[in-house]
């Protein structure tokens, strides 16, 4: 009996590997593109470091014309919850980064170098290691979790090395013969990778982020096929890859150390390795401490809360690349009307260590993005998000005509509004200009806040001074006459040179109006405020307040 026989007797149905290799044939790509994948497990999360690491690998595929797909590794089945492939479907939809191949939605994928769920490539991993059998680089382990726990505690207490290795890889030199024995009598038993390695030599490793690296070589016999029969990461991840033709593996950096064992696996298999690229976490400032974001602790660790809170897909993206790439701001500055798929991303322009994420500055980014959306851009976008998390906000907006004109204050000149950093800010920026909304309970006035006084300005304004035909300039010199009729500055300037001779200026005059207006202090131009409202509101409002 050889390694042949044995191979048989595993795995009789197991087709030739010449059949996959021939099947999922080397891509036929220019020079220089880059073949990359997002490949998260359905647990029913999408993390943003995921986002983020997708985001990474999808613009490297863009950037050199290359392909950009997604893999789903459901191989623990333990931990996979139900409908995690939509979710993580949906999370790329939402962020519009849709793979170019993959799976498209929980069970339907396209492209030719599928399937993309690794459940479904079961027969596939039998192939490779059988592959192995065959040569004697894998072997069956019969031994139990008992066995195995007691060789740990062996371990523990001489104070050596962990893992099935070396001496301590009991079923690593049994003979053909005596494992096939076992097979025969039932013996449950694992597919192990017998490691050429040895500890004491060492690795050179170039990571396209982390650069060179230096580690021992892997001599542990890894698991390759569970008792379950599904592959492990490590066997998975080198089978996938190279039959999907990947040419640069970009994910999370706690992957780092098991370089050693994935170029291992890739030489023995004969197989050529991909190139990788580790990224760093992002991290938080947690009350001066650095820390990963946690899904535990931190709302903002799920994509979905992005989506949630209405953050515009395009801040979150331009945010990530700003914490990727160092020359992001810079170039944001030289070019700030430039979209962000015209930035050129460089992976080695990434940061070694975890980038700080910082909520404050995603926020302004999407005061940004939305300043320069069109009034249309914004309407939909609130729309769409209000239909799913607030109906309010969808009733208000439904007066579509109305909506654009309040939406359109202030937008599409030089210094557009900037009140509004995510979709879940707009019913409160724009709720008091919906007359069947506006409510106040009470005025906060600012500096004349005396009730006579305020009655006198508003109905002063009202008989002599307000006229919805106005323009801009008029309507404003009549609020300054106005000033000037009650004792106050026309002009700040005049106040400011002799503040003695005033009770205040033309502005505390406008803030009486303004707060009489919208039961607020602060709110954009109060002209084009009074422009969309309209006459007769303007009037309801103003006698409201002098009752
Ligand atoms: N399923 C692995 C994870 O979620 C993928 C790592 C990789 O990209 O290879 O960590």
Not at 14 to 39: D, M, Q
Not at 305 to 334: C, D, H, Q
Not at 423 to 443: A, G, L, Q, R
Request: aromatic letters at 10%; hydrophobic letters at 35%; one cysteine or more.
């Amino acid at each position: 009996m050889n390694y042949k026989d044995l191979a048989d007797m595993i795995f009789p149905n197991a087709k030739e590997i010449s059949y996959y290799e021939a099947k999922y044939p080397e891509r036929n790509l220019k020079e220089g593109a880059v073949v990359s994948r997002f490949a998260p497990s359905p647990t029913g999360f999408v993390h943003i470091g995921g986002l983020y690491q997708a985001l990474v690998a999808r613009e490297m595929a863009k950037k050199t014309e290359g392909v950009f797909f997604l893999r789903v590794e459901d191989t623990d089945q333990k931990r996979e919850v139900e409908n995690g492939v939509t979710g993580i479907v949906n999370s790329l939809k939402d962020f519009d980064m849709l793979p170019d191949e993959g799976m498209i939605t929980d069970n339907e994928e396209i492209g030719n170098y599928g399937p993309y769920k690794q459940s479904l490539r079961k027969d596939i991993y039998e192939a490779y290691a059988k592959y192995l059998l065959e040569q004697g680089k894998a072997y069956p382990c019969f031994c139990t979790q008992e066995e195995g726990e007691e060789i740990r505690k062996k371990q523990e207490s001489a104070k050596i090395r962990p893992g099935y290795y070396g001496v301590w890889a009991k079923c690593r030199n049994l003979t053909v013969e005596e494992a096939a024995e076992k097979i025969k009598n039932g013996e449950k038993y694992i597919i192990r990778f017998k490691s050429p390695g040895r500890e004491d030599k060492k690795i050179k490793h170039h990571d396209v982020i982390k650069g060179n690296v230096d580690f021992p070589e892997n001599d542990q016999d890894i698991v390759i096929i569970k008792a379950d029969g599904l592959p492990t990461y490590h066997f998975a991840h080198a089978v996938d890859d190279h039959l999907m033709r990947t040419t640069l593996v970009i994910r999370s950096d706690e992957w780092l150390s098991s370089v050693p064992l994935h170029l291992q696996l890739f030489h023995e298999l004969g197989f050529k390795a991909p190139k990788y690229a580790h990224i760093a976490p992002i991290m938080k400032n947690d009350n001066g401490n650095k820390r990963k974001l946690s899904k535990r602790k931190d709302p903002e660790a799920a994509v979905n809360y992005y989506k949630e809170e209405g953050i515009p897909v395009n801040a979150v993206k331009e945010y990530l690349l700003n914490i990727a790439n160092s020359n992001f701001e810079n170039w944001r500055i030289a070019n700030p009307d430039k979209s962000i798929n015209e930035f050129d991303f460089q992976l080695n322009k990434m940061s070694v260590s975890g980038a700080l994420f910082d909520m404050v500055k995603l926020l302004d980014i999407g005061k940004t993005v939305i300043s320069k959306m069109t009034a249309e851009e914004v309407y939909q976008n609130s729309l769409k998000w209000a239909k799913e998390y607030d109906k309010e906000l969808e009733e208000m907006l439904n007066d579509k005509e109305f909506s654009l004109k309040v939406l359109g204050i202030e937008r599409g000149n030089k210094k557009p509004r900037k009140d509004i950093s995510k979709w879940s800010d707009v019913k409160n920026s724009i709720i008091y200009m919906y007359d069947n909304k506006f409510k106040p309970e009470s005025y906060e006035y600012a500096k004349i806040n005396n009730k006579e006084e305020v009655k006198k300005i508003l109905e002063l304004y009202l008989a002599e001074y307000f006229d919805i035909d106005d323009d801009k300039d008029t309507w404003f010199n009549k609020i300054k006459d106005l000033a000037e009729k009650v004792g106050y500055a026309r002009e700040v300037k005049e106040y400011k040179a002799n503040p003695e001779n005033y009770p205040g200026h033309v502005g505390d005059i406008s803030t009486v109006i303004r707060v009489s207006l919208t039961g607020r202090q602060n709110t954009p131009d109060m002209y084009e405020i009074m422009q969309v409202i309209g006459k007769e509101s303007v009037q309801k409002r103003l006698e409201k307040a002098i009752r």
